[in-house]
T-cell receptor
Framework: DAGITQSPRYKITETGRQVTLMCHQTWSHSYMFWYRQDLGHGLRLIYYSAAADITDKGEVPDGYVVSRSKTENFPLTLESATRSQTSVYFC?????????????FGSGTRLTVV | KNEVEQSPQNLTAQEGEFITINCSYSVGISALHWLQQHPGGGIVSLFMLSSGKKKHGRLIATINIQEKHSSLHITASHPRDSAVYICAVRVPGNQFYFGTGTSLTVIP
């Protein structure tokens, strides 16, 4: 089925560990995004990518690294996790059409850093 | 400073009521999305607007580009409409800015 898949759904890690959150989409959307969602802040953009091998920082990129070697995958890595990175992370993909489904979200990854 | 402001933050309605959620933004946009997030956490795009009005079932979304304002209306509300509704604006360069959401509860 076409869609966008995030893994894992839940993750608990220790401070200082490296963690990678995976995102895979089958829409062939050119744009992909990583957001974090925290109470009182809504969704905030961490990084986005316009195409394979093109990435740009969003509003809150510090402490995160992304890569996009293939159009369908956009992993997010926390190089050394901190408690402030405890959050729900959403991956999204987008094309340039006016269709409602031209902007789709994964189910989210709930990350807890202890 | 928030680029996108939504009101109200919380809304409780009786089943069958007509509901309006408002979104104002302060940046130049190429499009505006209304998103729905259910208690399970999943987010879906309801509408993408660049002008005028769109309708899908009981949902209607309007946008006034000159006034930098959009509204989401739900006619004949139902308990299954209970969710958080988020306004998101797409700016040139394809970044998005989000409102903090409106939490809607529809009581049977």
């Amino acid at each position: 089925d076409a869609g966008i898949t995030q893994s894992p759904r839940y993750k608990i890690t220790e401070t200082g560990r490296q963690v990678t959150l995976m995102c895979h989409q089958t829409w062939s959307h050119s744009y992909m995004f990583w957001y974090r969602q925290d109470l009182g802040h809504g969704l905030r953009l961490i990084y986005y990518s316009a195409a394979a091998d093109i990435t740009d920082k969003g509003e809150v990129p510090d402490g995160y690294v992304v890569s996009r070697s293939k159009t369908e995958n956009f992993p997010l890595t926390l190089e050394s996790a901190t408690r402030s990175q405890t959050s729900v992370y959403f991956c999204a993909s987008s094309d340039r059409t006016g269709r409602r489904d031209g902007y789709t979200f994964g189910s989210g990854t709930r990350l807890t850093v202890v | 400073k928030n680029e996108v402001e939504q009101s109200p933050q919380n809304l409780t309605a009786q089943e069958g009521e007509f509901i309006t959620i408002n979104c104002s933004y302060s940046v130049g946009i190429s499009a505006l999305h209304w998103l729905q997030q259910h208690p399970g956490g999943g987010i879906v795009s309801l509408f993408m607007l660049s002008s005028g009005k769109k309708k899908h079932g009981r949902l209607i979304a309007t946008i006034n580009i000159q006034e930098k304002h959009s509204s989401l209306h739900i006619t004949a509300s139902h308990p299954r409409d209970s969710a958080v509704y988020i306004c998101a604006v797409r700016v040139p360069g394809n970044q998005f800015y989000f409102g903090t959401g409106t939490s809607l509860t529809v009581i049977p």
